[in-house]
């Protein structure tokens, strides 16, 4: 249900009450289960040669279009790019392993966490080809997002990306993420300019993108072959 402005005792709009807000939780949980699929907090004695697959030289030079990295070209700068980001602080990288051969498929991060706001963001996705546009990329997904939102009670989950990604923007309508708006010049990289779109989906919104996806994501909605019975958009 959409909630919505109010009017105070000077007869101004303001915001909607949030009563008895606290600061939210760090996310820390190192393991998320699903039916598909495990996110697991990356470690490099564990998730190095799988993730190097996609990460390294043999990875899809089309994967790193729109992203600030670029591929690793050998072993020992990707060891150092993993040790970095297991150390990290402020973010948390996870491993997305497909539950059945137990083999890393895709990676991503949990960044721009604001506790006490209760504000955070998905980003640094980046998946294999064979991980892309099947049920695992939607459940990893869904795992997150109920960790964020069930769990730790936080109110914005962010996705941003590139303007001119037409994959992410795509994912991310799919997804059930809106449109916010773009920020225009916003960043350069790799010598060129980047106008980054906007997308969120608000904890008043969660329940019902929820519902959908666990409609999706159910076993009985994929035929013998593992094929979509129902699209996740017409749920």
């Known amino acids: ?117 209760g504000s955070l963001e998905i980003g640094y996705v980046i998946y294999s080809d064979s991980m892309k546009k099947t049920k695992i990329a939607t459940e990893a997904q869904f795992l997150l997002m109920t960790y964020v939102f069930d769990q730790l009670g936080y109110r914005r989950y962010v996705w941003m990306c590139d303007d001119c990604n037409e994959a992410s923007k795509h994912a991310a309508t799919r997804l059930g993420f809106s449109f916010e708006g773009i920020f225009r010049n916003m960043w350069v990289y790799k010598n060129r300019n980047r106008d980054t779109a906007w997308f969120s989906i608000t904890d008043y919104e969660w329940p019902s993108i929820k519902n959908r996806m666990e409609k999706w994501l159910n076993k009985s909605n994929f035929d013998n072959e593992g094929i979509q019975k129902n699209k996740l958009t017409d749920m």
């Not at 970095?84 to 539950?99: L, M, P």
Request: aromatic letters at 14%.
């Open 1 to 117: 249900m959409l909630k919505k402005e109010k009017l105070n005792d000077r007869a101004q709009i303001v915001g909607y009450s949030v009563p008895n807000w606290t600061t939210r939780p760090f996310p820390d949980k190192k393991t998320h289960t699903g039916q598909y699929c495990i996110l697991q907090k990356i470690d490099k004695k564990v998730h190095f040669d799988d993730l190097y697959r996609f990460f390294g030289p043999e990875s899809n030079s089309e994967t790193w279009t729109y992203l600030s990295l670029n591929h690793f070209k050998n072993r020992d700068t990707f060891w150092n790019y993993l040790t970095k980001i297991e150390h990290e602080k402020q973010s948390i990288y996870y491993a997305i392993v497909d539950k059945s051969t137990q083999k890393v498929l895709g990676s991503f991060a949990l960044v721009a966490i604001d506790q006490e706001n």
